[in-house]
C-alpha cells in the first residue's frame, strides 16, 4: 500500500523531480509489532539529506503521524519514505519546485534464509567503484546507479557484494555496510565521508559497541585490512547484521561477538 | 502532452526503478516545423546509455513511431524522451526489473530573450564539483544531482553556471557544453570521459568545426584556458549556442565563427 502526499495511491506525477533528476532522499525500515524501529535516527537521516539538497521538509508532525497511522496497519513489515523536491517546471534549477512530495510505501517483511544470520553469508567483491562525492555522501538519496551497477555484477551464488571507491579503498556492501573485526579484537568501519551511505544500523552497531567497551574505529580501509581481518560483517536495517563466512577463498570465523550484536538489534524497539 | 508506455497519462507507478534509483536516460530535443531535430543522433546517445546501464531497450521501431505521432502535434516544441528499466521488486538487483518504461512529453517550445545568442550570456563559476565516474559519464541518465546542486548556486544575474571537476578541471555548464576560442582560431571542448555529458549539440559543432576546417581538440582543460580564451560560447539542444559575453570579469568577444555556427545549427533537419 502506497501513499503520495497523504493519499492512497501507487503513482506519482511523470514531472516529480524525484524521476527527472533523483531530486530526493529515501528511508527503509522495519516494522515489528506495528512499530516503526529506529525510526527517529531514520527522520535524522532523512533530514540531514534534505538539508543537504536544500529541500524544504514536509510538515514532520503530519508526516510522522501518517508513519505511525501506516505501521499500525502491519505487524511485521517494511516501510519505504521517500520524499523529493516535488513537481518543478523544466530544467535543473530547484527554485522553480513547489512543495516536496512525501511517499510512504508498506510492504511485507523481507524473508532473508535464516542461515544468512546464523552462519554466514559469500560476500564478492564488486569491480564497480564509487566515485568520490563528499556533497552527496553519507545520506541515501535517489541517485543510485553506481549501486545498481554493482548489484548486477554477482547473481545467487554471493548474497552481497564489496564495494571499494576508484582510490581501492573498501567502503560498503551493496545495501549494507561493513564492519571488520581485527585480530586483536577491535572492530573497524570504512570512513563515508567521501561516498557510502551511513547506515541506521550501522550506527546502532558503532553505539552498541561503544556500549560494550569494545573500540570501533572508522577509518580508511584496503582490501589489505579484509584479508587479514578475523571477522567480517555486514549491516542494514533490514537484514540487520549477517557475518561473513567466505571472501575471495578465505573462510571467516563468527566470532561470540556477532550474536551478541544480533541479541541487542533484536532488541531495538 | 505525456504519454507513458504509449498511453496518454502524466503519471508513473511509484514503484518505477526510473524514481526509486534514477534508473534510466533521457533525452530533450527541439521539435521544428513538427519534426524532432537530430533525433538519430539523440537516440543513439538514448542507446548508449541503455547499453551502459544493461537496460533492455524498447522496441525502436514502435518508439520511433510514437515519437513522430507526437511530434505532428506541436510545429514548433519540446520533446522530452525517458527510458526507464521499468518496475521492479524491493532492491537494487536489476535482475528484478519487468520491462523498460518509455515515457514521452511534449512541451511548448522554450522561450529565451533573443539577446542571448546575439549579444552573449553572463558566465559564473559554480563551486559544486563533478565526481570523476567514467561508468556513468558521456551519456544523460537521470541521476542528476549534481546539476541540480550546481544550478542551485546561481540566480537571475546569471544564465548558465560552469561546472569543474574535483581535479579542477573545467567540465561544462550546469545544462550545456563549453566550447573555448584560443588566440590561434582553434577551439577547444573539455574531455568529458570521467564525467559530464556529451551533448548532442556538441557533437553538431564539433562536427561542424571540421567541416570548416576549423581545428577542435577535444582535451581537459583548466579555467587558466578559460582566462586566456578569446571566446567562449556555450551549446545544447534547446538553445542552440550561446556566446559568453562576460565570465569573472572579463569581457570576450563574439567571433564571426558564433554567427556562422548559428546559422548552420539553424539549418539543422
Redesign the interface.
Known amino acids: 500500500m502506497?501513499w503520495?502526499n497523504g493519499i492512497i495511491?501507487?503513482?506519482?506525477?511523470?514531472?516529480?523531480?524525484?524521476?527527472?533528476?533523483?531530486?530526493g532522499v529515501?528511508e527503509?525500515l522495519c516494522i515489528n509489532d506495528c512499530l516503526p524501529i529506529l525510526l527517529d535516527w531514520h527522520l535524522k537521516r532523512l533530514q540531514q539529506g534534505l538539508q543537504a539538497?536544500?529541500i524544504t521538509p514536509p510538515d514532520m508532525t503530519q508526516f510522522i503521524m501518517e508513519i505511525h497511522a501506516a505501521c499500525t496497519l502491519k505487524e511485521n513489515g517494511?516501510l519505504?519514505l521517500?520524499i523529493?523536491?516535488g513537481r518543478g517546471v523544466?530544467?535543473?534549477?530547484?527554485?522553480s519546485a513547489g512543495e516536496c512530495t512525501r511517499?510512504i510505501?508498506l510492504?511485507d517483511a523481507?524473508t532473508y534464509p535464516p542461515g544468512y544470520a546464523t552462519q554466514g553469508i559469500c560476500l564478492t567483491l564488486c569491480e564497480?567503484?564509487l566515485?568520490?562525492?563528499p556533497?552527496?555522501a553519507g545520506f541515501k538519496?535517489?541517485?543510485?546507479?553506481?549501486?545498481?551497477?554493482?548489484?548486477?555484477e554477482f547473481?545467487a551464488d554471493f548474497q552481497e557484494g564489496l564495494v571499494r571507491d576508484?582510490a581501492g579503498n573498501v567502503i560498503e556492501g551493496?545495501?549494507s555496510n561493513l564492519f571488520v573485526v581485527q585480530a586483536d579484537g577491535s572492530v573497524c568501519t570504512p570512513d563515508l565521508s567521501q561516498c557510502g551511505i551511513a547506515g541506521v544500523m550501522r550506527r546502532f552497531i558503532i553505539q552498541t559497541l561503544a556500549e560494550l567497551g569494545i573500540e570501533c574505529h572508522i577509518r580508511p580501509l584496503k582490501l589489505e585490512a579484509i584479508r587479514t581481518a578475523t571477522a567480517l560483517f555486514m549491516t542494514n536495517s533490514l537484514i540487520g547484521l549477517w557475518p561473513v563466512r567466505e571472501f575471495q577463498g578465505k573462510t571467516y570465523n563468527i566470532p561470540p561477538l556477532v550474536q551478541v550484536l544480533q541479541t541487542r538489534v533484536k532488541t531495538i524497539t
Open positions: 502506497i503520495v495511491t501507487d503513482h506519482l506525477p511523470v514531472t516529480d523531480r524525484g524521476l527527472l533528476y533523483g531530486d529515501w527503509t539538497l536544500s517494511i519505504k521517500i523529493t523536491r523544466r530544467g535543473y534549477n530547484p527554485q511517499i510505501q510492504s523481507a564497480t567503484a566515485a568520490h562525492q556533497r552527496l538519496h535517489l541517485n543510485r546507479l553506481e549501486q545498481v551497477l554493482a548489484r548486477a547473481g576508484y551493496t545495501m
